[in-house]
């Protein structure tokens, strides 16, 4: 059965620093391009990060650029994503997504995925 996992969210304080995890289980990420999406209340959801499926290629909403890191490690078949000083404004359930078939970040979006998980919820608040 194909699922993905998502975990490591939580309440942070701002500047805090979380680190999500997505692990796939049930067929192989090797090969796919992942990317963590988030949807704030009362928000549309919005990507924030992909990674090609070698690693190679990453790409980041402008909002998180050089406090965000998005990784993989295909021996494991998880994806993570570091977040680092985190604001107010990155609230929000935070799922990774995948395009099966493809590996380049430019299949990454919203209304590209066809496979997601369920979510993990960051609250960041003081």
């Known amino acids: 059965q194909l699922q993905f996992v998502e975990s490591g969210g939580g309440l942070v304080q701002p500047g805090g620093s979380l680190r999500l995890s997505c692990r796939a289980s049930?067929?192989?990420?090797?090969?796919?391009?992942i990317g963590w999406f988030r949807q704030a209340p009362g928000k549309e959801r919005e990507g924030v990060s992909c990674?090609?499926?070698?690693?190679?290629?990453?790409t980041y909403v402008d909002s998180v650029k050089g406090r965000f890191t998005i990784s993989r490690d295909n021996a494991k078949n998880t994806v993570y994503l570091q977040m680092n000083d985190l604001k107010p404004e990155d609230t929000g359930v935070y799922y990774c997504?995948?395009?099966?078939?493809?590996?380049?970040?430019?299949?990454?979006?919203?209304?590209?995925?066809?496979?997601w998980g369920k979510g993990t919820l960051v609250t960041v608040s003081s």
């Open positions: 049930g067929f192989s990420l090797d090969y796919y391009v």
């Open positions: 997504a995948t395009r099966r078939g493809y590996s380049s970040t430019s299949a990454c979006g919203t209304g590209n995925m066809d496979y």
């Open positions: 990674i090609s499926g070698g690693g190679a290629s990453t």
